[in-house]
Protein backbone atom coordinates (compact mmCIF):
# COMPACT_ATOMS: atom_id res chain seq x y z
CA UNK A 1 0.00 0.00 0.00
CA UNK A 2 2.62 2.25 1.08
CA UNK A 3 3.57 2.64 -2.76
CA UNK A 4 0.92 4.40 -4.02
CA UNK A 5 1.77 7.93 -4.36
CA UNK A 6 -1.33 9.59 -3.70
CA UNK A 7 -3.44 8.10 -1.38
CA UNK A 8 -7.17 9.53 0.03
CA UNK A 9 -9.33 7.90 2.66
CA UNK A 10 -12.71 9.20 3.63
CA UNK A 11 -11.68 12.90 2.58
CA UNK A 12 -14.43 15.52 3.85
CA UNK A 13 -14.33 19.04 2.93
CA UNK A 14 -16.35 21.88 4.01
CA UNK A 15 -16.18 24.97 4.15
CA UNK A 16 -18.58 26.48 6.79
CA UNK A 17 -22.37 25.19 6.35
CA UNK A 18 -21.50 24.15 2.46
CA UNK A 19 -20.20 20.47 2.37
CA UNK A 20 -18.02 20.10 -0.91
CA UNK A 21 -16.52 16.81 -0.62
CA UNK A 22 -17.74 13.56 1.09
CA UNK A 23 -16.08 10.73 2.17
CA UNK A 24 -13.77 10.10 -1.00
CA UNK A 25 -11.51 7.56 -1.32
CA UNK A 26 -8.75 7.08 -3.97
CA UNK A 27 -5.80 5.72 -4.66
CA UNK A 28 -3.67 6.29 -7.45
CA UNK A 29 -1.10 3.92 -7.88
CA UNK A 30 2.82 5.06 -9.25
CA UNK A 31 2.29 6.08 -12.75
CA UNK A 32 -1.07 5.70 -13.16
CA UNK A 33 -2.80 8.74 -15.24
CA UNK A 34 -6.77 9.33 -13.17
CA UNK A 35 -9.25 11.97 -13.91
CA UNK A 36 -11.45 13.68 -12.03
CA UNK A 37 -14.96 15.01 -14.01
CA UNK A 38 -17.92 16.59 -12.64
CA UNK A 39 -20.51 19.41 -12.60
CA UNK A 40 -18.82 22.57 -12.80
CA UNK A 41 -19.18 23.58 -9.17
CA UNK A 42 -18.87 20.38 -7.42
CA UNK A 43 -15.59 20.55 -5.41
CA UNK A 44 -13.22 19.45 -8.12
CA UNK A 45 -10.48 22.01 -7.77
CA UNK A 46 -11.13 21.58 -3.83
CA UNK A 47 -10.28 18.22 -4.70
CA UNK A 48 -7.18 19.20 -6.39
CA UNK A 49 -6.11 21.85 -3.75
CA UNK A 50 -6.14 18.53 -0.85
CA UNK A 51 -3.86 16.38 -2.92
CA UNK A 52 -1.44 19.00 -3.67
CA UNK A 53 -1.44 20.00 0.23
CA UNK A 54 -2.57 23.59 -0.27
CA UNK A 55 -5.70 22.86 1.74
CA UNK A 56 -6.27 20.81 4.41
CA UNK A 57 -9.54 18.03 4.62
CA UNK A 58 -12.26 18.78 7.49
CA UNK A 59 -11.94 14.36 8.21
CA UNK A 60 -10.47 11.80 6.78
CA UNK A 61 -6.64 10.91 5.38
CA UNK A 62 -4.46 12.27 2.56
CA UNK A 63 -1.39 10.65 2.43
CA UNK A 64 1.71 11.84 -0.55
CA UNK A 65 4.68 9.68 -1.46
CA UNK A 66 6.57 11.96 -3.67
CA UNK A 67 7.15 15.44 -5.12
CA UNK A 68 4.26 17.13 -6.01
CA UNK A 69 3.70 19.94 -8.92
CA UNK A 70 0.63 21.15 -9.95
CA UNK A 71 0.03 22.51 -13.75
CA UNK A 72 -2.91 25.42 -13.65
CA UNK A 73 -5.40 26.48 -15.93
CA UNK A 74 -3.38 29.50 -17.18
CA UNK A 75 -1.18 32.74 -15.77
CA UNK A 76 0.82 29.74 -13.60
CA UNK A 77 4.07 31.04 -15.18
CA UNK A 78 5.62 33.88 -13.54
CA UNK A 79 5.55 36.45 -16.16
CA UNK A 80 8.88 38.26 -15.08
CA UNK A 81 10.85 35.55 -15.79
CA UNK A 82 12.14 33.72 -19.25
CA UNK A 83 10.65 30.73 -20.87
CA UNK A 84 13.89 28.75 -20.11
CA UNK A 85 14.03 30.77 -16.45
CA UNK A 86 10.56 29.52 -15.97
CA UNK A 87 11.49 25.81 -16.88
CA UNK A 88 14.65 26.22 -14.69
CA UNK A 89 12.62 26.59 -11.78
CA UNK A 90 11.99 22.93 -11.59
CA UNK A 91 15.75 22.26 -11.63
CA UNK A 92 16.19 24.27 -8.34
CA UNK A 93 17.76 21.12 -7.02
CA UNK A 94 20.84 21.09 -9.25
CA UNK A 95 23.51 23.15 -8.43
CA UNK A 96 25.38 23.08 -11.25
CA UNK A 97 24.78 26.02 -13.65
CA UNK A 98 25.78 23.76 -16.10
CA UNK A 99 23.69 21.15 -15.54
CA UNK A 100 21.01 22.77 -14.65
CA UNK A 101 21.52 24.58 -18.49
CA UNK A 102 21.73 21.64 -19.95
CA UNK A 103 18.76 19.92 -18.79
CA UNK A 104 16.62 23.30 -19.58
CA UNK A 105 17.54 22.71 -23.54
CA UNK A 106 16.52 19.00 -23.25
CA UNK A 107 13.08 20.27 -21.88
CA UNK A 108 12.93 23.30 -24.54
CA UNK A 109 13.27 20.48 -27.42
CA UNK A 110 10.80 18.18 -25.56
CA UNK A 111 8.17 20.61 -25.80
CA UNK A 112 9.54 21.84 -29.03
CA UNK A 113 10.48 25.11 -28.37
CA UNK A 114 13.79 26.09 -28.99
CA UNK A 115 14.65 29.30 -30.25
CA UNK A 116 11.73 30.34 -27.61
CA UNK A 117 14.18 30.09 -24.53
CA UNK A 118 14.39 34.10 -24.18
CA UNK A 119 10.69 35.15 -24.56
CA UNK A 120 8.74 35.94 -21.46
CA UNK A 121 5.03 34.09 -21.14
CA UNK A 122 3.02 37.43 -22.68
CA UNK A 123 5.16 36.81 -25.76
CA UNK A 124 3.57 33.36 -26.45
CA UNK A 125 0.42 32.00 -27.65
CA UNK A 126 -1.75 30.22 -24.79
CA UNK A 127 -1.01 26.90 -26.47
CA UNK A 128 3.03 27.51 -26.06
CA UNK A 129 2.57 28.48 -22.84
CA UNK A 130 0.65 25.38 -21.15
CA UNK A 131 3.74 23.63 -22.86
CA UNK A 132 6.05 25.48 -20.62
CA UNK A 133 4.49 24.89 -17.50
CA UNK A 134 4.13 21.39 -18.60
CA UNK A 135 8.14 21.11 -19.45
CA UNK A 136 8.28 23.39 -15.74
CA UNK A 137 6.55 20.74 -13.56
CA UNK A 138 7.96 17.79 -15.76
CA UNK A 139 11.55 19.25 -15.04
CA UNK A 140 13.68 17.16 -12.58
CA UNK A 141 12.59 14.58 -10.66
CA UNK A 142 8.80 15.24 -9.59
CA UNK A 143 6.75 12.52 -8.96
CA UNK A 144 3.23 13.65 -9.08
CA UNK A 145 1.60 16.27 -11.37
CA UNK A 146 -1.58 17.30 -11.02
CA UNK A 147 -3.31 19.37 -13.21
CA UNK A 148 -6.28 21.64 -13.13
CA UNK A 149 -7.73 22.12 -16.08
CA UNK A 150 -4.60 23.03 -18.05
CA UNK A 151 -6.29 23.09 -21.20
CA UNK A 152 -9.82 24.96 -21.07
CA UNK A 153 -8.14 28.04 -21.49
CA UNK A 154 -7.45 26.83 -25.15
CA UNK A 155 -8.79 26.46 -28.27
CA UNK A 156 -10.30 23.89 -29.10
CA UNK A 157 -7.99 22.54 -31.99
CA UNK A 158 -5.06 23.58 -29.82
CA UNK A 159 -6.72 21.33 -26.98
CA UNK A 160 -6.36 18.71 -29.28
CA UNK A 161 -3.17 19.08 -30.17
CA UNK A 162 -2.07 19.31 -26.44
CA UNK A 163 -3.88 16.09 -25.69
CA UNK A 164 -1.26 14.20 -27.79
CA UNK A 165 1.72 16.30 -26.29
CA UNK A 166 0.67 15.27 -23.01
CA UNK A 167 0.40 12.05 -23.70
CA UNK A 168 3.90 12.07 -25.90
CA UNK A 169 5.74 13.88 -23.00
CA UNK A 170 4.17 11.27 -20.43
CA UNK A 171 5.05 8.26 -22.20
CA UNK A 172 8.76 10.39 -22.20
CA UNK A 173 8.65 11.19 -18.81
CA UNK A 174 5.95 8.85 -16.80
CA UNK A 175 4.31 10.54 -14.00
CA UNK A 176 1.79 10.02 -11.37
CA UNK A 177 -0.83 12.15 -12.66
CA UNK A 178 -4.19 13.36 -11.65
CA UNK A 179 -6.21 15.66 -13.34
CA UNK A 180 -9.45 17.31 -13.15
CA UNK A 181 -11.50 18.24 -15.56
CA UNK A 182 -14.96 19.56 -17.00
CA UNK A 183 -13.46 18.47 -20.61
CA UNK A 184 -14.96 14.72 -20.46
CA UNK A 185 -13.08 13.86 -24.19
CA UNK A 186 -10.31 14.74 -22.65
CA UNK A 187 -10.89 12.31 -19.67
CA UNK A 188 -11.43 9.92 -21.72
CA UNK A 189 -8.63 10.23 -24.62
CA UNK A 190 -6.01 10.77 -21.65
CA UNK A 191 -6.81 8.44 -18.29
CA UNK A 192 -6.12 5.01 -17.59
CA UNK A 193 -9.12 5.29 -14.91
CA UNK A 194 -11.85 8.59 -14.80
CA UNK A 195 -13.42 9.14 -11.99
CA UNK A 196 -16.93 11.01 -12.14
CA UNK A 197 -17.92 12.86 -9.33
CA UNK A 198 -21.74 13.66 -8.34
CA UNK A 199 -23.60 17.10 -7.55
CA UNK A 200 -22.11 18.89 -4.38
CA UNK A 201 -21.40 17.80 -1.69
CA UNK A 202 -19.25 15.35 -4.37
CA UNK A 203 -19.41 11.56 -4.00
CA UNK A 204 -17.36 8.94 -5.85
CA UNK A 205 -20.44 8.35 -8.22
CA UNK A 206 -19.10 5.97 -11.17
CA UNK A 207 -15.44 4.55 -12.27
CA UNK A 208 -14.23 3.47 -15.44
CA UNK A 209 -11.22 2.31 -16.36
CA UNK A 210 -9.86 2.46 -20.15
CA UNK A 211 -7.14 -0.01 -21.10
CA UNK A 212 -6.07 1.02 -24.42
CA UNK A 213 -2.56 2.50 -24.98
CA UNK A 214 -2.10 6.39 -25.09
CA UNK A 215 -1.87 8.80 -27.34
CA UNK A 216 -5.52 7.54 -28.47
CA UNK A 217 -7.51 8.93 -31.10
CA UNK A 218 -10.19 10.76 -29.84
CA UNK A 219 -12.35 8.57 -32.36
CA UNK A 220 -10.55 5.48 -30.73
CA UNK A 221 -13.71 3.23 -30.35
CA UNK A 222 -12.86 2.57 -26.76
CA UNK A 223 -12.53 6.81 -26.22
CA UNK A 224 -15.97 7.22 -27.55
CA UNK A 225 -17.71 4.44 -25.98
CA UNK A 226 -15.78 5.92 -22.33
CA UNK A 227 -17.29 9.38 -23.49
CA UNK A 228 -20.53 8.06 -23.96
CA UNK A 229 -20.61 6.24 -20.43
CA UNK A 230 -19.68 9.41 -18.56
CA UNK A 231 -21.90 11.37 -20.12
CA UNK A 232 -24.71 8.64 -19.63
CA UNK A 233 -23.65 8.73 -15.92
CA UNK A 234 -23.94 12.71 -16.06
CA UNK A 235 -27.68 12.19 -17.02
CA UNK A 236 -26.89 13.93 -20.51
CA UNK A 237 -27.18 11.02 -22.55
CA UNK A 238 -29.63 8.79 -22.23
CA UNK A 239 -28.93 5.83 -24.32
CA UNK A 240 -30.79 6.81 -27.24
CA UNK A 241 -28.10 4.71 -29.65
CA UNK A 242 -28.51 1.51 -27.80
CA UNK A 243 -32.46 1.73 -27.73
CA UNK A 244 -32.13 2.74 -31.47
CA UNK A 245 -30.14 -0.15 -32.28
CA UNK A 246 -32.31 -2.20 -30.17
CA UNK A 247 -35.70 -1.28 -32.06
CA UNK A 248 -33.40 -1.72 -35.38
CA UNK A 249 -32.60 -5.22 -34.32
CA UNK A 250 -36.55 -5.85 -33.05
CA UNK A 251 -37.51 -4.35 -36.90
CA UNK A 252 -35.12 -6.79 -38.59
CA UNK A 253 -35.64 -9.59 -36.54
CA UNK B 1 11.61 48.61 -46.45
CA UNK B 2 7.50 49.60 -46.35
CA UNK B 3 8.09 48.97 -42.47
CA UNK B 4 11.18 51.24 -42.37
CA UNK B 5 9.99 54.10 -44.20
CA UNK B 6 7.10 54.39 -41.98
CA UNK B 7 8.81 54.52 -39.05
CA UNK B 8 11.41 57.15 -40.49
CA UNK B 9 8.17 58.89 -41.03
CA UNK B 10 6.53 58.51 -37.67
CA UNK B 11 9.74 59.60 -36.11
CA UNK B 12 9.84 63.14 -37.70
CA UNK B 13 6.11 63.41 -37.45
CA UNK B 14 6.82 62.95 -33.90
CA UNK B 15 9.26 65.68 -33.81
CA UNK B 16 7.49 67.81 -36.41
CA UNK B 17 4.55 67.93 -35.09
CA UNK B 18 4.96 68.85 -31.31
CA UNK B 19 7.46 71.96 -32.65
CA UNK B 20 5.05 73.14 -34.87
CA UNK B 21 3.12 73.62 -31.88
CA UNK B 22 5.27 75.48 -29.98
CA UNK B 23 5.91 77.45 -32.64
CA UNK B 24 2.72 78.41 -33.24
CA UNK B 25 2.41 79.38 -29.26
CA UNK B 26 5.47 81.75 -29.09
CA UNK B 27 3.94 83.43 -32.38
CA UNK B 28 0.55 83.76 -30.35
CA UNK B 29 2.40 85.13 -27.36
CA UNK B 30 4.61 87.31 -29.34
CA UNK B 31 1.00 88.70 -30.82
CA UNK B 32 -0.66 89.01 -27.70
CA UNK B 33 2.18 91.14 -26.26
CA UNK B 34 2.59 93.20 -30.02
CA UNK B 35 -1.22 93.88 -29.92
CA UNK B 36 -0.56 95.76 -26.04
CA UNK B 37 -3.16 94.15 -24.78
CA UNK B 38 -1.36 93.80 -21.69
CA UNK B 39 0.67 95.91 -20.14
CA UNK B 40 5.06 95.53 -20.59
CA UNK B 41 5.04 94.56 -16.79
CA UNK B 42 2.50 91.83 -17.00
CA UNK B 43 3.73 90.11 -19.77
CA UNK B 44 7.16 90.00 -21.34
CA UNK B 45 8.17 89.35 -24.89
CA UNK B 46 10.11 86.60 -25.73
CA UNK B 47 12.86 88.55 -26.63
CA UNK B 48 13.15 89.64 -23.34
CA UNK B 49 12.52 86.33 -21.80
CA UNK B 50 15.48 84.38 -23.94
CA UNK B 51 17.84 88.09 -22.92
CA UNK B 52 16.68 86.80 -19.23
CA UNK B 53 17.66 83.28 -19.91
CA UNK B 54 21.05 84.19 -20.99
CA UNK B 55 21.78 86.62 -17.82
CA UNK B 56 20.91 83.92 -15.61
CA UNK B 57 22.86 81.16 -17.43
CA UNK B 58 25.53 83.96 -16.85
CA UNK B 59 24.97 84.40 -13.49
CA UNK B 60 24.86 81.10 -12.31
CA UNK B 61 21.59 81.35 -10.36
CA UNK B 62 19.61 79.15 -12.35
CA UNK B 63 21.92 76.10 -12.86
CA UNK B 64 22.72 76.86 -8.59
CA UNK B 65 18.81 76.37 -8.04
CA UNK B 66 18.16 73.50 -10.24
CA UNK B 67 20.80 71.91 -8.32
CA UNK B 68 19.35 72.38 -5.19
CA UNK B 69 15.57 71.98 -6.23
CA UNK B 70 17.16 68.10 -7.98
CA UNK B 71 19.11 67.58 -4.70
CA UNK B 72 15.96 68.63 -2.21
CA UNK B 73 13.20 66.37 -4.16
CA UNK B 74 16.24 63.22 -4.70
CA UNK B 75 16.37 63.39 -0.69
CA UNK B 76 12.72 63.17 -0.42
CA UNK B 77 11.42 61.15 -2.87
CA UNK B 78 14.18 58.37 -2.46
CA UNK B 79 13.68 58.68 1.39
CA UNK B 80 9.78 58.25 1.11
CA UNK B 81 10.43 55.25 -1.71
CA UNK B 82 12.66 53.58 0.29
CA UNK B 83 10.30 53.63 3.57
CA UNK B 84 7.22 53.12 1.92
CA UNK B 85 7.76 50.16 0.00
CA UNK B 86 8.72 47.91 2.88
CA UNK B 87 6.03 49.46 4.84
CA UNK B 88 3.38 48.98 1.75
CA UNK B 89 4.68 45.18 1.76
CA UNK B 90 4.24 44.80 5.78
CA UNK B 91 0.61 46.14 4.70
CA UNK B 92 0.09 44.52 2.15
CA UNK B 93 0.62 40.85 3.43
CA UNK B 94 -0.86 41.42 6.78
CA UNK B 95 -4.32 41.66 6.80
CA UNK B 96 -4.62 43.18 10.40
CA UNK B 97 -2.18 45.79 10.29
CA UNK B 98 -4.24 46.77 7.00
CA UNK B 99 -7.01 47.24 8.69
CA UNK B 100 -5.48 49.03 11.48
CA UNK B 101 -3.34 51.67 9.49
CA UNK B 102 -5.49 52.31 6.36
CA UNK B 103 -7.57 54.96 7.68
CA UNK B 104 -4.45 57.03 8.66
CA UNK B 105 -2.83 56.61 5.94
CA UNK B 106 -6.00 57.69 3.46
CA UNK B 107 -6.04 60.68 5.64
CA UNK B 108 -2.58 61.86 5.21
CA UNK B 109 -2.29 60.75 1.86
CA UNK B 110 -5.05 63.56 0.95
CA UNK B 111 -3.84 65.83 3.13
CA UNK B 112 -2.07 68.55 0.82
CA UNK B 113 1.73 68.58 1.73
CA UNK B 114 1.26 72.11 1.40
CA UNK B 115 -0.82 72.13 4.51
CA UNK B 116 2.53 71.33 6.78
CA UNK B 117 4.76 74.34 5.60
CA UNK B 118 4.31 75.90 8.61
CA UNK B 119 4.88 73.35 10.80
CA UNK B 120 7.64 72.28 8.41
CA UNK B 121 9.29 75.55 9.28
CA UNK B 122 8.88 75.47 12.90
CA UNK B 123 10.48 72.45 13.22
CA UNK B 124 12.80 72.81 10.20
CA UNK B 125 13.34 75.78 9.64
CA UNK B 126 13.68 77.66 6.13
CA UNK B 127 16.05 75.51 4.43
CA UNK B 128 16.48 71.75 3.04
CA UNK B 129 14.93 69.98 5.73
CA UNK B 130 11.78 71.79 5.05
CA UNK B 131 11.38 71.24 1.99
CA UNK B 132 12.74 67.05 2.13
CA UNK B 133 10.46 67.13 4.72
CA UNK B 134 7.42 68.26 2.53
CA UNK B 135 8.47 66.35 -0.59
CA UNK B 136 8.76 63.12 1.60
CA UNK B 137 5.22 63.70 2.52
CA UNK B 138 4.02 64.17 -0.59
CA UNK B 139 5.65 61.10 -1.97
CA UNK B 140 5.32 58.71 0.94
CA UNK B 141 1.62 57.84 1.78
CA UNK B 142 0.74 56.97 -2.38
CA UNK B 143 4.09 55.02 -2.70
CA UNK B 144 2.46 53.10 0.98
CA UNK B 145 -0.84 52.89 -0.69
CA UNK B 146 0.20 51.24 -3.79
CA UNK B 147 2.53 49.15 -2.91
CA UNK B 148 0.10 47.64 -0.50
CA UNK B 149 -2.12 47.30 -2.89
CA UNK B 150 -0.15 45.61 -5.40
CA UNK B 151 1.24 43.43 -2.94
CA UNK B 152 -2.53 42.55 -1.47
CA UNK B 153 -3.81 41.54 -5.43
CA UNK B 154 -0.69 39.40 -6.23
CA UNK B 155 -2.16 36.05 -7.43
CA UNK B 156 -2.51 33.37 -5.18
CA UNK B 157 -1.31 31.43 -7.80
CA UNK B 158 2.48 32.61 -8.06
CA UNK B 159 2.49 32.02 -4.18
CA UNK B 160 1.28 28.38 -4.65
CA UNK B 161 3.73 27.70 -7.79
CA UNK B 162 6.64 28.99 -5.05
CA UNK B 163 5.88 26.51 -2.76
CA UNK B 164 6.07 23.90 -5.01
CA UNK B 165 9.11 24.45 -6.64
CA UNK B 166 10.45 25.18 -2.80
CA UNK B 167 10.71 28.78 -2.86
CA UNK B 168 10.18 30.36 0.65
CA UNK B 169 10.91 32.96 3.03
CA UNK B 170 13.02 35.44 2.27
CA UNK B 171 14.20 33.79 -1.32
CA UNK B 172 9.80 34.17 -2.02
CA UNK B 173 10.24 37.81 -1.22
CA UNK B 174 12.53 38.43 -3.51
CA UNK B 175 12.06 35.90 -6.41
CA UNK B 176 8.21 36.03 -6.04
CA UNK B 177 6.35 39.40 -4.19
CA UNK B 178 9.08 42.13 -5.52
CA UNK B 179 8.96 41.28 -8.62
CA UNK B 180 4.93 40.48 -9.23
CA UNK B 181 4.64 44.04 -8.33
CA UNK B 182 7.73 46.05 -10.14
CA UNK B 183 5.30 46.88 -13.21
CA UNK B 184 2.85 48.65 -10.48
CA UNK B 185 6.19 50.43 -8.30
CA UNK B 186 7.51 51.51 -11.57
CA UNK B 187 4.21 53.29 -12.47
CA UNK B 188 3.36 54.79 -8.67
CA UNK B 189 7.05 56.18 -8.74
CA UNK B 190 6.64 58.35 -11.81
CA UNK B 191 3.29 59.27 -10.58
CA UNK B 192 4.89 60.50 -7.25
CA UNK B 193 8.11 62.23 -9.02
CA UNK B 194 5.81 64.33 -10.56
CA UNK B 195 3.74 65.13 -7.49
CA UNK B 196 7.05 66.02 -5.67
CA UNK B 197 8.34 67.62 -8.31
CA UNK B 198 5.10 70.27 -8.13
CA UNK B 199 5.25 70.24 -4.64
CA UNK B 200 8.78 71.13 -4.09
CA UNK B 201 8.21 74.54 -6.38
CA UNK B 202 5.52 75.62 -3.51
CA UNK B 203 8.15 74.34 -0.84
CA UNK B 204 10.91 76.76 -2.09
CA UNK B 205 8.36 79.79 -2.52
CA UNK B 206 7.44 79.41 1.35
CA UNK B 207 9.80 77.67 3.10
CA UNK B 208 13.55 78.26 0.97
CA UNK B 209 15.88 80.77 0.34
CA UNK B 210 17.02 78.88 -2.96
CA UNK B 211 15.85 76.67 -5.11
CA UNK B 212 13.73 77.50 -8.23
CA UNK B 213 10.48 77.69 -6.42
CA UNK B 214 12.51 80.78 -4.59
CA UNK B 215 13.47 81.87 -7.47
CA UNK B 216 9.93 82.59 -8.90
CA UNK B 217 9.16 84.54 -5.78
CA UNK B 218 12.35 86.60 -5.99
CA UNK B 219 11.65 87.30 -9.84
CA UNK B 220 7.98 87.90 -8.70
CA UNK B 221 9.10 90.70 -6.09
CA UNK B 222 11.71 91.87 -8.20
CA UNK B 223 8.76 92.07 -11.12
CA UNK B 224 10.67 90.68 -13.47
CA UNK B 225 8.23 88.64 -15.68
CA UNK B 226 10.88 87.94 -18.15
CA UNK B 227 12.71 85.47 -15.05
CA UNK B 228 9.78 84.36 -13.73
CA UNK B 229 9.10 82.64 -17.36
CA UNK B 230 12.31 81.61 -18.13
CA UNK B 231 11.64 79.74 -14.62
CA UNK B 232 8.50 78.52 -15.40
CA UNK B 233 9.71 76.86 -18.30
CA UNK B 234 12.76 75.15 -16.59
CA UNK B 235 10.19 74.12 -13.93
CA UNK B 236 8.09 72.15 -16.88
CA UNK B 237 11.32 70.78 -18.84
CA UNK B 238 12.82 69.29 -15.69
CA UNK B 239 9.50 68.12 -14.49
CA UNK B 240 9.08 66.14 -18.73
CA UNK B 241 12.71 64.87 -18.24
CA UNK B 242 12.54 63.42 -14.88
CA UNK B 243 9.75 61.22 -15.93
CA UNK B 244 11.44 60.67 -19.38
CA UNK B 245 14.03 59.08 -16.80
CA UNK B 246 11.69 56.83 -14.87
CA UNK B 247 10.21 56.08 -18.30
CA UNK B 248 13.36 54.12 -18.69
CA UNK B 249 12.08 51.79 -15.95
CA UNK B 250 9.34 50.04 -17.81
CA UNK B 251 12.01 49.44 -20.55
CA UNK B 252 13.51 46.59 -18.52
CA UNK B 253 12.69 43.37 -20.09
CA UNK B 254 11.36 41.56 -16.68
CA UNK B 255 8.88 44.37 -16.02
CA UNK B 256 7.26 44.61 -19.63
CA UNK B 257 4.84 41.97 -18.76
CA UNK B 258 2.88 44.26 -16.36
CA UNK B 259 2.71 46.86 -19.21
CA UNK B 260 1.48 44.70 -22.71
CA UNK B 261 -0.77 42.73 -21.22
Not at chain 1, 67 to 80: A, H, I
Not at chain 2, 37 to 48: C, N, V, Y
Request: aromatic share 8%; glycine share 8%.
Amino acid sequence: MSSKPLQLEKVSRSFGPVEVLREISLSIARGEFVAVVGPSGCGKTTLLNLMSGFDQPSSGLIARDGQVRMVYQQDGLFPWLTVAENIALGLRHLKKQQEQARQTDELLRLIRLEGFESHYPHQLSGGMRQRVELARALAGQSDILLLDEPFSALDYLTRLRLRQELARLLDERPRTVALVTHDIEEAAQLADRVIVLSERPAQIRYELSIAVKRPRDLTHPEVVSAIHCILTELGIEHDHERAAGKSLAALTE
Amino acid sequence: MAVETTENTNAAKSFLLPLVVVVALVALWTAVWASGAFHESALPSPIAVMRGFGEELKSGRLINDLITSLFRVSCGFGLAAALGIPLGLWLGQKLSARIAFLPIINFFRNLSPLAWIPFAILWFGVGDASAIFLIFLSAFFPVILATMAAVANIPTVYFRVAQNYGINGLERLTQVTLPAILPQIITTLRVTAGLSWLVVVAAEMIAGRDGLGFAVMDSRNGLRTDLLVVEMIVIGLIGVALDRLLVQLTKIQSVRWGYER
